[in-house]
């Protein structure tokens, strides 16, 4: 099975990150589930895109993904060292 990513799974990060934050500003949602909501997003679009293929499945998993771990990446480098240097 030959997988391909779709620029399409890249332009939808930025869109992932916003409504990721969005979704972190609402009190009543839990953190937890802030990646699953993004999923769920993402697999609409990508399933009424391309139809429930692997692929398709699997470009969603990686759009999110990459939302995710680019939010940790900030936070753990730019948020936390900040907090890291007031401890000092």
């Not at 937890?32 to 009424?48: A, D, E, K, N, Q």
């Not at 139809?51 to 759009?63: R, S, W």
């Amino acid at each position: 099975m030959d997988v391909q990513l779709y620029p399409e799974a890249m332009m939808l990060v930025p869109l992932l990150l916003i409504l990721g934050t969005m979704l972190k500003s609402v009190k009543q949602i839990p953190d937890w589930s802030i990646p699953w909501i993004l999923l769920f997003f993402s697999g609409v679009y990508f399933f009424i895109r391309d139809g429930f293929t692997a692929e398709a499945f699997l470009n969603a998993i990686a759009a999110v993904g990459i939302a995710v771990y680019g939010n940790q990446l900030y936070k753990q480098t730019v948020v936390n060292r900040t907090e890291d240097k007031k401890e000092e």
